[in-house]
T-cell receptor, first 112, second 117 residues
Framework: KNQVEQSPQSLIILEGKNCTLQCNYTVSPFSNLRWYKQDTGRGPVSLTIMTFSENTKSNGRYTATLDADTKQSSLHITASQLSDSASYICVIYGGATNKLIFGTGTLLAVQP | GAVVSQHPSRVICKSGTSVKIECRSLDFQATTMFWYRQFPKKSLMLMATSNEGSKATYEQGVEKDKFLINHASLTLSTLTVTSAHPEDSSFYIC????FGSGANVLTFGAGSRLTVL
């Protein structure tokens, strides 16, 4: 079982709509949680980084939340644009070996 | 911001040949770089940690003689896939951390897609 589970696996929304992506993790100990955007055939690009004590962090139309008690995080995308179509990856930095542990990602398609 | 450049972005080679992929930190020095492999619709999987001036640290199950890593300078790490076979076809991504930025951000390269015929 993955230590970082993301849902949904894929999502299709219409341009202009909002959406929320989920990330549940079991990694312990926990240093920080990151959300990355990965366009097809490209490397991931950092959206947000949150430490244990942070509950929410925004980056433009992207807002990430973190509940360290329930080990859940979400990424909310507001007023989606066609360019938001990508894979969104939740990454935990931590674990016994203090490394990045990647979720499998949510593939988002924004349609006109 | 920190930029990591990977080259080539795409490479096609014949089975049995070796392929070298370069990862450069363009505007910062990186004592440590990381190499990942990603199969379609799968997570990035860490292959090895590249340390400047010393041997790379490989993850369990990664053949160090198959995937040669050299980190000869503070801005360049190379991954050489030796005697490539079709099963080595994958998307290879490097990353580096700019400790000087204080932001604890890991910057990824754009990736290199290897196709072995």
């Amino acid at each position: 079982k993955n230590q970082v589970e993301q849902s949904p696996q894929s999502l299709i929304i219409l341009e202009g709509k909002n959406c929320t992506l989920q990330c549940n993790y079991t990694v312990s100990p926990f240093s920080n949680l990151r959300w990355y955007k990965q366009d097809t055939g490209r490397g991931p690009v950092s959206l947000t980084i949150m430490t244990f004590s942070e509950n929410t962090k925004s980056n433009g139309r992207y807002t990430a939340t973190l509940d360290a008690d329930t080990k859940q995080s979400s990424l909310h995308i507001t007023a989606s644009q066609l360019s938001d179509s990508a894979s969104y990856i939740c990454v935990i930095y931590g674990g016994a070996t203090n490394k990045l542990i990647f979720g499998t990602g949510t593939l988002l398609a924004v349609q006109p | 911001g920190a930029v990591v450049s990977q080259h080539p972005s795409r490479v096609i080679c014949k089975s049995g040949t070796s392929v070298k992929i370069e990862c450069r930190s363009l505007d910062f020095q990186a004592t440590t770089m990381f190499w990942y492999r990603q199969f379609p619709k799968k997570s990035l999987m860490l292959m090895a940690t590249s340390n400047e001036g010393s041997k790379a640290t490989y993850e369990q199950g990664v053949e160090k003689d198959k995937f040669l890593i050299n980190h000869a300078s503070l801005t360049l790490s190379t991954l050489t896939v030796t005697s490539a076979h079709p099963e080595d076809s994958s998307f290879y991504i490097c990353s580096a951390r700019d400790f000087g930025s204080g932001a604890n951000v890991l910057t990824f390269g754009a990736g290199s897609r290897l196709t072995v015929l």
